[in-house]
């Protein structure tokens, strides 16, 4: 039998490489120092959040009313100056208004909507039932929203975390101005004979001249108060 040739090891050309060499013939390896380079931003989609929104509701004299401004917030970037945060429900008797993720609010009012339907002329038996549903059902848990809703005698804000809540003087805002448009509104209140709708207009209208995420066009629902 003949004796097999081994196979011929090629010689790396580190040349072609256009690399230093070192005594070996194998290429030197060089150390870099570390560079601080400016801060670069980086923008996911995935990360991106939206931002809509101002609500404010005012029951002041023989009227109560809900506005919420129009404009939402991608980022950095306004997309939309005309949304509709405010809804009306149970027949025009039920006026709700929500901050928060749009697809969240909506799914969070159309089971609002049910338990009005289920607790009809009863707006605190609803919303401690909706409230209660979203703290312990699992799917509804994820939603991230708050609501307020108001009827002839009641004003309530309404969160995931199971509360429901009446403010003293009837005034509560949320949203990114809604601490803003609570202010204005309160000195309005005390300062002006403005009507509720008009009040609630105007604080929404100073809470956009204050927080970036909030201004376009302005809508506003009223009721009659009952004592």
């Known amino acids: 039998m003949g004796c097999r040739t081994p196979p011929r090891r090629m010689k790396p050309q580190w040349d072609s490489l256009d690399l ?17 380079l400016p801060d670069i931003e980086i923008i996911e989609t995935s990360s991106m959040q939206f931002h809509a929104t101002t609500i404010l509701s005012v ?25 509709c945060k405010v809804r009306v429900l149970a027949a025009g008797k039920v006026v709700v208004g929500f901050a928060g993720g749009a697809a969240d609010a909506f ?42 809703a108001i009827d002839a005698k009641h004003s309530l804000l309404v969160s995931g975390t199971g509360d429901v809540i009446q403010p003293t003087d009837g005034i509560v805002g949320i949203g990114s101005g809604g601490n803003y448009a609570v202010a204005a509104a309160r000195a309005l209140v005390r ?4 009507p509720a709708s008009e009040i609630v207009r105007q604080g929404l ?23």
Not at 191 to 194: C, D, F, I, Y
Request: glycine share 8%; proline share 5%.
């Open 191 to 194: 300062h002006s004979p403005l």
């Open 20 to 36: 230093p060499s070192s005594a070996s013939g194998r290429p030197a390896l060089r150390r870099f120092s570390t560079v601080n």
């Open 205 to 227: 209208t100073i809470a956009a001249e204050l927080d970036i995420y909030s201004g376009g066009n302005i809508i506003v629902e009223q009721l009659d108060c009952e004592a």
């Open 107 to 148: 799914a969070l009012m159309e089971r609002f909507e049910g338990k009005l339907k289920d607790y009809p002329a009863n707006l605190p038996r609803a919303a401690t039932e909706l409230a209660r549903e979203w703290r312990s059902d699992r799917a509804l848990r994820r939603l991230e929203a708050l609501l307020i």
């Open 59 to 83: 029951r002041h004299g023989n009227q109560v009313a809900l506005g919420g401004d129009g404009q939402v917030t991608l980022d950095k970037t306004i997309i939309k100056s005309d949304a």
